[in-house]
């Protein structure tokens, strides 16, 4: 007979899966940083900066405040622990599981290598230059290499066909990162950065799916086909026979989820905690929230970044996060740091139906640590949002006036 799990239960096995409800440590390092990212499996990378670079708000979600600066030694560093591929999107990898991505590496070169008339061939000599290039001279940014863009010597090809073919090699796997300086990539021969044990493994296509279907599970404590194929980009044909064979070694077990009316899966580590408690602020990309279907099934949560839509037509704000109190997202917060003046913007703050009255008292705290994170002094609150004037009021300021969100820049 097949499990039945409750709603609530599932909303607290994938948020405790996810590495909430734990307390926080009174000082966050290293070791808490490794743990939390092996939890998660990847961090997503993402270039907007108007609050926050994405990688950096899921771990403090999840730990609270910590040096940013930890973080960069950890994934950025030379001979760090990660590297970075298109694991969901781009995103941050324990170095160990790069090869389980040699399939994707393989598929993008005959994907885009092969075509008689495609960029790759018609830039073929470019490719085997930029090869030479970082072979003679060793880990490079794009913008250090020459080009017709920053001096008229060498082959004269322009910034844009160098970017674009570094990223081309970083998709066949033939480059990889070396960290990063000022959020600008740095690119190497992947012989020069990975170690033999890594560059030499040969994993097949189906071995390196199920591995990733296990983090996956893993990472998601409880979740559907798609649920758990979304998490690494996978495609569902592969991903279903990588989950049966989980489901035979006795790793995932069939369960029936109240309210979902699909199949799912729980990993057989998954906790189910009779309560989660936690305030924080999910970044857009924050694996909670990735997969928007998953998100409105588990919280009944519609969520959608504002970022790409035109200014007048936004009805949360540009860079709205949601917020997490307990095992519910009762509502969203659009923030900006405004790093010039050392302040907190809250620009907007809304609440959903069910959000609890603490609301507010439970976010004041959460925004004054986050501006001490952000190294920011003050917090201002827009008049925007029903949820707005309440927060000003426990975080004891008031409310300024509203801005028209039709002259919000779209900044990034």
Excluded: C
């Excluded at 948020?15 to 939390?36: I, W, Y």
């Excluded at 950096?56 to 730990?63: G, I, V």
Aim: glycine fraction near 6%.
């Amino acid at each position: 007979m097949v499990q039945m799990v409750s709603a609530a239960q599932a909303r607290r096995i994938a948020l405790a899966a996810q590495g909430f409800g734990r307390p926080h440590a009174e000082t966050t390092g290293a070791r808490q940083l490794n743990l939390t990212i092996d939890r998660l499996g990847l961090l997503q990378l993402d270039s907007v900066n108007v609050f926050e670079r994405s990688h950096y708000l899921p771990l403090f979600a999840r730990l609270g405040a910590y040096d940013k600066a930890d973080l960069d030694r950890l994934t950025f560093a030379k001979k760090s622990r990660y590297i970075e591929y298109w694991a969901h999107e781009a995103a941050i990898i324990p170095v160990e599981s790069w090869p389980l991505f040699r399939w994707r590496m393989d598929d993008n070169r005959e994907r885009y290598g092969t075509k008689p008339d495609g960029w790759v061939r018609s830039n073929a000599a470019m490719l085997d230059w930029l090869k030479l290039e970082l072979a003679a001279k060793g880990p490079l940014a794009a913008s250090q290499i020459e080009h017709d863009a920053n001096r008229r010597s060498g082959p004269w090809w322009g910034w844009s066909d160098v970017k674009a073919g570094l990223e081309y090699l970083f998709r066949f796997g033939d480059v990889v990162t070396a960290g990063r300086t000022r959020f600008e990539r740095t690119y190497a021969l992947a012989e020069s950065v990975l170690p033999d044990s890594v560059l030499g493994a040969s994993v097949s296509r189906e071995d390196a799916v199920r591995r990733l279907m296990s983090i996956s599970a893993r990472a998601h404590g409880i979740g559907t086909l798609g649920d758990l194929a979304d998490y690494f980009r996978l495609k569902q044909a592969p991903a279903r026979a990588a989950l049966d064979d989980l489901v035979d070694a006795g790793e995932l077990v069939p369960v029936a989820v109240e309210g979902w009316n699909r199949p799912a899966w729980l990993h057989r580590d998954a906790r189910v905690p009779r309560r989660v408690e936690a305030t924080a602020l999910l970044s857009p990309f924050d694996p909670v929230v990735w997969e928007r279907e998953r998100t409105e099934r588990i919280f009944g949560f519609r969520y959608r970044i504002e970022i790409y839509t035109p200014a007048a037509q936004r009805v949360f704000g540009y860079y709205t996060l949601p917020l997490l109190i307990d095992d519910r997202l009762v509502g969203r917060v659009d923030l900006k740091s405004d790093r010039q003046n050392r302040v907190l913007r809250v620009q907007s703050a809304w609440t959903e139906a069910d959000a609890p009255p603490e609301t507010a008292a439970r976010l004041a705290p959460l925004l004054r640590e986050t501006a001490a994170w952000q190294g920011l002094d003050d917090i201002e609150v827009m008049g925007r949002g029903d949820l707005a004037a309440a927060t000003a009021a426990e975080l004891g300021v008031r409310v300024t006036s509203a801005i028209d969100p039709a002259a919000q820049p779209a900044l990034r």
